[in-house]
């Protein structure tokens, strides 16, 4: 018997890894509205992330963390260089499980890495921002989400987003500076493509973000206003263990919060924009950490260029060529090589071509990019530059953020 059930097992996983190929992953993050909860609730979720935070801290001072009972509620924790044991009265044993089973994979990651690698040890957390939520841990109702261990349940933003035909996979519990999330994750049917006949080559550079072979530039900047200076300039002065240092420190938190959702924003518009529009996007590998270790450093930090590039390669359409390539130095119409220095923001060959050089550069990546995918000539062809699309989604090629700019929209 114990064998047909574990064929049965068995069987049951493959189908499900066979249907999900067909299935698309989508993640949505719902925030949790803390204006409609009791007390009761706010301290079962601040017990949460202190109780998960003791629990992965013992499980980092055990000998042997595998034999470790998920069962047994009481554990000892380090205070005024005393070791005392405590109750564990918030998280339930589920929960438990899932703090010992995200434990575990973490020392299996390393033991992978370590072949081959210098890699540390699992170190103790002064803080525990995340937690596993399995099916069972979880229940979407109307217009909530029940968690185990609470029994009312919590009101959130963002649930319309997931329509009754996902199937939901798992979500997990995070604490960020600005509130609670749940991030659900689920399968959803694949999106119906739609070819356009258009390819677009893109270029990366410094002084503005991407450049199109069609001749469109979208130049993101994202700085950091003075007022967050400030604040950082203040924390400096505080004392580590005073109320006003955690205060400060969470106020800094907010508006490095608010700073990485302008930049997330402006990516997935982009990133959306030209994955509708074109059937094949053509990229260099560039090095950004290369570009950020020399003198760039401020200009990669305050761009979106890594979340831009990270995006792009996620995409099946997208085609990649070597890194070595010297898209910005070869005419695409006679494969002259031309030096041309840094400064000169116009490229010039003997051939007679004269144009801007991000755009020339575009160009070039998505010739040889047709070249080495061998992709049909007919793709080649530039239509005209229009401003606006007829979903009416306006390009942004004048798109900037600066710091001065953010500074009152800022969280205070």
Known sequence: MEQETKNKIKE??????????????????LKVDLAHCNKIQKESLKMYFIEGRQLYNYLVSLNDPFKFNTKNKTISIKKEDKLIEKELKFLPAKLRQNVHRSFIQNILNLSKKKKGNKVGKLKFKSNYNSIELDNQCFEIKCKSIRLAGIKKPFKVFGLNQIKPEYEIANAKLI????????????YKEKDKI???????????????????????KFNVVVGEPESLKRLQRKLARQKKTSNNYHKIRLKIQKN???IKNMK??????????????????????EN???????????????SILGTLKSKFLL??????????????????????????????????????LTEDRDVKASKTILFHGQEIYRVPKEFREFKPVENETSGGFIKLNTLSFCSMKQEADLVQ
């Not at 049951?12 to 993050?29: A, G, M």
């Not at 604490?175 to 689920?186: F, N, P, Q």
């Not at 739609?194 to 469109?216: A, C, F, P, R």
């Not at 950004?288 to 305050?302: C, E, T, Y």
């Open 264 to 285: 997330k924003d402006q990516a997935n518009k982009i990133v959306h924009f030209l994955k509708t529009e074109y059937d094949f996007i053509y990229m260099q590998d």
């Open 256 to 258: 490095y919060e608010y």
């Open 315 to 352: 995409l099946e359409k997208t085609k990649v060529i070597p890194r070595n390539y010297a898209s910005t130095k070869i005419c695409y119409q006679c494969g002259t090589f031309n030096d041309i220095p840094l400064s000169a923001r116009t490229y010039s060959c003997s051939c007679g």
């Open 288 to 302: 950004l950490k290369g570009w950020q270790k020399s003198l760039f450093g401020k200009q990669v930090q305050h």
């Open 12 to 29: 049951t996983r493959r189908l499900t890894k066979e249907k999900h190929k067909n299935l698309q992953v989508c993640s949505y993050e």
């Open 194 to 216: 739609t070819h356009t006949g258009k390819s677009i080559g893109l270029d990366m550079g410094i002084k503005t973000t991407l450049t199109t072979s069609d001749g469109d």
């Open 175 to 186: 604490k960020k500076a600005s509130g609670y999330y749940i991030k659900v994750t689920c």
